[in-house]
C-alpha cells in the first residue's frame, strides 16, 4: 500500500484479535447451552435441575436472546460516546467488561448457575458494541479511501473467521466427562485472550481530551430506538424492512432450535453440534464473499431476494423429517444460501437507497435492527419450543413464508431522503 500511512501491526494485530474472538464467544454459546440447558445430557450437567422442559427451553431461548437484544440497545451508545470521549477510554471500558463476562460465563458453566451465567452474557453482551469502535479505531489511523477499505475488509472478515470458528473451538475445550472445567474452560481462556489483547494495546490507543459535562450532554444515549423509528417512517423502505424483520426472526428461531432438532431428532453429538454449526459459518462466508456477488451480477435482486426466501422455507422444513438421516448435513449449506444470502440481497437493496452521507447511518441501523429481530427469534423459540419442537420449526416455516409472500410483489427502486445529520 505505497503512498499510505503505515499502520503498526502491534496496534491493529490486537484490534483484529479482539473482534475475531467477540465473534467466537458469541458463536461457541449455542453448542454449549444446547446440552447443558435446552436438553441436559445428564442430571449432572443442568443449569436448571428440577425444573419443566418447557422452562428449559425458555430461558434457553432467554439467555441466548440477551446478548443481540443488548447489542442493539448499547452499540449505538458506546459509538456515540467513543466519538465524543474518544476511542482509549471506551475501548478500555469495554474490554474490562468483556472480560469481566467472559470470566462470568465461565463461573456460572462451572457452578451450573444460570443466574451467573445469564449477569456474565448481558456483560459481554452489553460492550460488544465495540466493536463499531475498533473498526473506527483503524479507519482513524488510514491516509487513503484504499486504505480504508483493506482494513474495513480486513475487519469484517476478522469477524467472519470468528464466526466460524467458535463452536470449533468450543468443542476442542469442552469435555464433558472432566471432573472440573468441562463446560467452563472456552470462557475462561477467551477472558484470558481477551485480557492478553488489552495489555498489547494498553498505550497504543490515542487518550483523547479530558472529557467534560458538555460532552457527554452531547450524547445520543437511545440512538439505536430513535434510528429505527425514523427508518420506519419512510414509507418506501417498510416493504423491505418488514421482509427484513421476518427473514432475521425466522433465522434467530432457526439457530436456536437447530441444535435441539439434531440432538434429540437426529442424534448428533455435543462435538457434531459444533461442527454442523461451525459448517453453516464456513457456507455463510462463502456466500458473502462468492455466490452473493454472483448470484446478483446474474440476476434482478427481486428474483435473488424471493429465490433467498424460498431457501429459508426449505432449510427451516428439513428439520421435519426425522428420516433423512445424515443427509441433514447439507441443511447447513440450505441455511447459507437462505437466511444469509437473504441478509446480503437486503443490504445490498437498502445500500442502493440512500446516497453516500447517508449510508453508513443506514447500514448501522440495520445493524442495530438485526440485533433486536434476532434476538426477538431467539426468545420465540424458547416460549415456542416448551410445548414442542415441532411448533417452533412450523414458527420458522410460517416466519419465512410470511417474507417470502411479501417479496412476490416487486421492490422498485427508491430513494431515503430527509435523513437527519447525525451529531453526537
Not at 407 to 417: A, D, G, L, M, P
Amino acid at each position: 500500500m505505497r503512498g499510505n500511512n503505515k499502520i503498526s501491526l502491534w496496534f491493529t494485530g490486537p484490534l483484529l484479535g479482539i473482534l475475531f474472538f467477540h465473534l467466537v464467544c458469541e458463536s461457541m454459546v449455542i453448542p454449549v447451552l444446547a446440552p447443558t440447558l435446552a436438553d441436559p445430557i445428564s442430571a449432572e450437567h443442568d443449569m436448571l435441575a428440577g425444573a419443566s422442559q418447557a422452562a428449559h427451553k425458555f430461558f434457553y431461548g432467554f439467555v441466548l436472546a440477551v446478548y443481540p437484544i443488548l447489542v442493539f440497545l448499547c452499540a449505538p451508545v458506546i459509538g456515540a460516546v467513543s466519538d465524543t470521549i474518544g476511542r482509549r477510554p471506551v475501548l478500555v471500558a469495554a474490554l474490562l467488561g468483556t472480560i469481566a463476562g467472559c470470566a462470568g460465563q465461565g463461573a456460572g458453566m462451572e457452578a451450573m448457575s444460570l443466574a451467573v451465567f445469564a449477569i456474565g452474557r448481558a456483560l459481554v453482551g452489553a460492550t460488544a458494541g465495540v466493536d463499531g469502535v475498533i473498526q473506527a479505531a483503524l479507519l482513524d489511523k488510514c491516509g487513503s479511501e484504499s486504505q480504508k477499505n483493506f482494513y474495513l475488509g480486513a475487519s469484517l472478515l476478522a469477524m467472519s473467521v470468528g464466526f466460524m470458528a467458535g463452536p470449533a473451538f468450543a468443542a476442542v475445550l469442552i469435555d464433558e466427562n472432566a471432573p472440573a472445567l468441562a463446560w467452563s474452560a472456552p470462557f475462561f481462556v477467551l477472558a484470558l485472550m481477551f485480557a492478553g489483547m488489552l495489555a498489547l494495546l494498553w498505550k497504543k490507543i490515542p487518550s483523547g481530551n479530558a472529557v467534560t459535562k458538555s460532552d457527554l450532554k452531547k450524547i445520543k444515549w437511545t440512538a439505536g430506538i430513535t434510528d429505527i423509528s425514523i427508518l420506519f417512517r419512510i414509507r418506501p423502505a417498510r416493504q423491505l424492512v418488514a421482509i427484513f424483520i421476518l427473514a432475521e426472526v425466522a433465522a434467530g428461531c432457526y439457530v436456536a432450535i437447530t441444535p435441539i432438532a439434531l440432538a434429540q431428532t437426529f442424534e448428533f453429538s455435543v462435538k457434531e453440534i459444533a461442527a454442523f454449526m461451525s459448517l453453516e459459518g464456513v457456507f455463510a462466508s462463502i456466500v458473502f464473499a462468492y455466490i452473493g456477488p454472483q448470484m446478483l451480477s446474474k440476476f434482478s435482486k427481486n428474483f435473488v431476494l424471493r429465490f433467498s426466501m424460498t431457501m429459508c422455507i426449505v432449510t427451516c422444513g428439513l428439520l421435519f423429517f426425522k428420516d433423512l438421516g445424515m443427509l441433514i448435513w447439507a441443511d447447513a449449506f440450505f441455511m447459507a444460501v437462505g437466511f444469509s444470502l437473504a441478509y446480503y440481497v437486503i443490504l445490498s437493496m437498502f445500500s442502493d437507497t440512500a446516497d453516500e452521507s447517508r449510508r453508513g447511518w443506514l447500514l448501522s441501523v440495520l445493524s442495530s435492527l438485526w440485533g433486536l429481530t434476532m434476538g426477538m427469534g431467539l426468545l420465540l423459540c424458547g416460549i415456542i419450543a416448551g410445548f414442542s419442537n415441532g411448533a417452533c420449526i412450523g414458527a420458522c416455516v410460517a416466519l419465512s413464508s410470511a417474507a417470502f409472500l411479501l417479496s412476490i410483489e416487486r421492490i422498485r427502486r427508491f430513494k431515503i431522503s430527509g435523513i437527519p445529520e447525525r451529531n453526537t
